[in-house]
């Protein structure tokens, strides 16, 4: 599976932007798609993720309120919305599948990685 996320962008602060998550197979192909985020100078974390078939969610601290989760499966596709932008939320954004299960702040779980597109919040 090959995972393209995309819809990033320099964004003022209180704005709102949705990324999206292209998937070249199926998404049903795996069992969950998240978004990880890596600021400037921080490690990676994990944002939020969704299970494919049922569509359970799971946000990470720092995403919940102002992040939401959603997909397509008929369109392949995983979309992050993200709400009232703030400069902590500045960094590269990247979509992740896991085959199996859904360990999600496990990184090592996630077994495929797209390319990371970068948010930019700033005024």
């Known amino acids: 599976v090959q995972l393209q996320a995309s819809g990033g962008g320099l964004v003022q602060p209180g704005g709102s932007l949705r990324l999206s998550c292209a998937a070249s197979?199926?998404?049903?192909?795996?069992?969950?798609i998240g978004w990880f985020r890596q600021a400037p100078g921080k490690e990676r974390e994990g944002v939020s993720c969704?299970?494919?078939?049922?569509?359970?969610?799971y946000y990470g601290v720092s995403a919940q309120g102002r992040f939401t989760i959603s997909r397509d499966n008929a369109q392949n596709a995983v979309y992050l919305q993200i709400n009232n932008l703030k400069s902590e939320d500045t960094g590269v954004y990247y979509c992740?599948?896991?085959?199996?299960?859904?360990?999600?702040?496990?990184?090592?779980?996630?077994?495929?990685w797209g390319q990371g597109t970068l948010v930019t919040v700033s005024s």
């Open positions: 969704i299970r494919t078939r049922d569509g359970t969610t």
């Open positions: 197979m199926s998404t049903l192909e795996v069992d969950a």
């Open positions: 992740a599948g896991q085959s199996t299960g859904v360990r999600f702040q496990v990184q090592s779980a996630w077994g495929y």
